[in-house]
């Protein structure tokens, strides 16, 4: 019987190495679609990478990310302290045989922020995010790994809009912080992961869920017309020009304030995000 | 898809002034990786005349600016000062080809033309890159970690010419 920590460690592994179809055939069609060479060239070499990834079960990029984690939990199931520490110990079997990139500082408060601790040589000591919790109907105790890279967490943006009882204006803001982001990002072609919510913790909170649940092939007219709207800046992969800027928009809208500010969490996601895979425990 | 012009390291100094903005390369042969912590290192022992000591030719050479982890490599923004600042003063230590990500600057782009030097981005693209590396050494400054001076021997790395003659592909 495979214990919980192997299953988790695939998973850590299958999201740090794979793209799912739906984002294998995004690239398909952009490749397709796409007019400026330069920008084909730099799409198809994307996804032969993906090929070659998941054929050794390799790293997609060389910053294999953080793992964030996202477990759904059914009615009947139950989240005990011992399974969050097994989980946590299949993050590390996980990252260690990715390999993750040893990424973990060492040493206290001062020495984690200016890094004059150096960094420990174990891909496994790196610690994931605290654990995202959502009760689902479904009978089901389900795990996703997220592998969230460096690039777009210094791209992402969490801020307020003043939406001025107006969709259009929450989604011209939103086109504008992604043009910026996407054309700083340098990794690209994008995805555009957006929550909106009534807190940052809870617009971020939002984001992820969409990163989740996102699905190239299935896109909201809210998604289609940021991913629209962004392409139309002609950024193109690598910022070397054409139509794919981005290649999709995952957007998760929650419960809203009544009030005239409405609380957006935006992340930049990179050619290879979202790095994701899931298990059921 | 674009025709790839096949380059071996070290680069001569007729293979580098025929590139233009926009060709795709190959690169074959052994090239250098570094970035931000040991690149101002390499200019400094340039200055000093101790890159043989540290066994070190950069004649022809390629510089790529990337890590090299357990996890792979991968190009880090060129365009980071710590980096970018390196581009003048080691072309003229005979690199002829920095390797990276990202947009330089307009004088940047210049003083690689005066040394007949280039820039190319490289997607990263990890895993393929993995396939295409068939040996790796630490020459340099080990105690940096994955941000040591290393030697890779490269079969066949694509790369996309972004400033060449002064000119840029972000222009």
């Known amino acids: 019987m495979i214990s919980i920590q192997e299953k988790v460690a695939d998973c850590l592994v299958r999201a740090g ?3 799912r179809e739906d984002q294998k055939n995004a690239y398909r069609k952009a490749i397709a679609d796409e007019t400026n060479v330069q920008s084909c060239w730099v799409m198809q070499q994307v996804l032969d990478n993906a090929i070659v990834a998941e054929d050794r079960r390799s790293p997609l990029c060389d910053d294999t990310g953080i793992p964030h984690l996202f477990l759904e939990v059914g009615k009947k199931r139950s989240v005990t302290g011992e399974l969050l520490g097994q989980i946590k110990e ?186 994701r895979a899931t298990i059921e425990l | ?15 580098i ?51 090299v982890s357990p996890a792979g490599v991968g190009p880090t923004s060129s365009n980071k000062v710590e980096i970018e600042c390196t581009f003048e003063p080691l072309s003229k230590a005979g690199v002829k080809m920095h390797l990276g990500k990202g947009a330089i600057s307009k004088e940047t782009v210049k003083a690689l033309s005066e040394q007949n030097a280039v820039f190319a981005i490289i997607p990263p693209v990890t895993a393929l890159l993995g396939s295409q590396t068939v040996e790796r050494e630490v020459i340099a400054f080990p105690e940096l970690g994955m941000e040591a001076f290393n030697r890779l021997k490269v079969v066949k790395y694509q790369a996309i010419i972004a400033a060449a003659k002064g000119e840029s592909i972000y222009d």
């Not at chain 1, 990715?98 to 790196?126: F, T």
């Not at chain 2, 040991?38 to 030719?57: M, R, Y």
């Open chain 1, 17 to 19: 190495s794979t793209f």
């Open chain 1, 90 to 275: 299949g993050v590390a079997m996980g990252l260690r045989q990715l390999p993750g990139r040893p990424m973990a500082i060492k040493g206290d408060d001062y020495a984690r922020i200016d890094q004059s601790g150096g960094l420990d040589e174990d891909s496994g000591a790196l610690a994931p995010s605290p654990i995202l919790i959502k009760p689902v109907e479904e009978d089901v105790l389900r795990l996703t790994i997220l592998m969230l890279g460096g690039g777009p967490a210094i791209r992402g943006i969490t801020q307020r809009v003043f939406h001025k009882h107006s969709v259009d204006v929450v989604i011209e803001e939103i086109v504008n912080r992604a043009k910026e982001g996407v054309s700083k990002l340098g990794c690209s072609p994008c995805v555009l992961a957006v929550g909106i919510g009534r807190s940052q913790f809870e617009a971020t909170s939002l984001m992820m869920e969409a990163m989740v649940y996102g699905d190239f092939s299935k896109q909201s007219d809210f998604e289609k017309r940021i991913t629209e709207k962004v392409n139309e800046a002609n950024i193109g992969p690598l910022g070397l020009g054409g139509k794919h800027s981005v290649l999709a928009t995952f957007a998760k809208i929650g419960p809203q304030r009544a009030s005239g500010v409405r609380i957006v969490a935006l992340r930049p996601c990179c050619c290879f995000e979202p790095r």
């Open chain 2, 17 to 67: 002034s025929q590139l233009k903005v926009g060709d795709v390369v190959t690169i074959t042969g052994n090239i250098y990786t570094g970035r931000d912590a040991v690149l101002p290192k390499i200019v400094k022992a340039s200055q000093e005349g101790t890159l043989n000591d540290l066994g070190i030719d950069l004649q022809g050479s390629v510089i790529f600016h990337t890590a």
């Open chain 2, 1 to 15: 898809m674009q025709k790839e012009i096949e380059l071996t390291t070290p680069l001569s100094e007729e293979s």
